[in-house]
């Protein structure tokens, strides 16, 4: 029995929910997640409905030997967001550098708070 529940347990893919940082500057929304040994081709990102999907597959990267310590988490990454309908689906930018995905999303020129002119 227990050696079916460890070939159970070898194939189950592990996701990770990788570390993220929300701001908003200048009418945008910037979103950025660290996605640790992912490369761009390697990163899906996607709008499904009212949500902002991201998943990511590390590159293998082999270990000789045994782990001794092993801090960080492994698997592939899956995150979601819900946005609503203030942010331009059309203009969601998402540029990958350095082991850190940063996506701009922008907000509709209609949702914008204005100054209203008073006479």
């Not at 079916?4 to 993220?20: D, G």
């Not at 950025?32 to 081709?41: A, I, L, N, Y």
Request: charged share 35%.
């Amino acid at each position: 029995m227990n050696e079916v529940m460890e070939k159970k347990q070898e194939n189950k893919v592990r996701m990770v929910q990788p570390a993220c940082a929300i701001c908003e500057d200048n009418g945008q929304i910037l979103v950025r997640v660290e996605m640790p040994g992912v490369d761009k081709d390697g990163i899906e990102v996607s709008v499904e409905k009212n949500e902002l999907v991201i998943k990511g597959k590390p590159a293998a990267t082999p270990v000789e030997g045994t782990y001794l310590i092993r801090e960080r988490q492994t698997g592939e990454y899956h995150k979601r967001f819900i946005i609503d309908e203030t942010i331009d689906r059309e203009k969601i930018q998402a540029v990958m550098n350095d082991g850190v995905l940063q996506l701009t999303l922008s907000i509709k020129e209609a949702a914008k708070p204005r100054k209203i002119e008073i006479k």
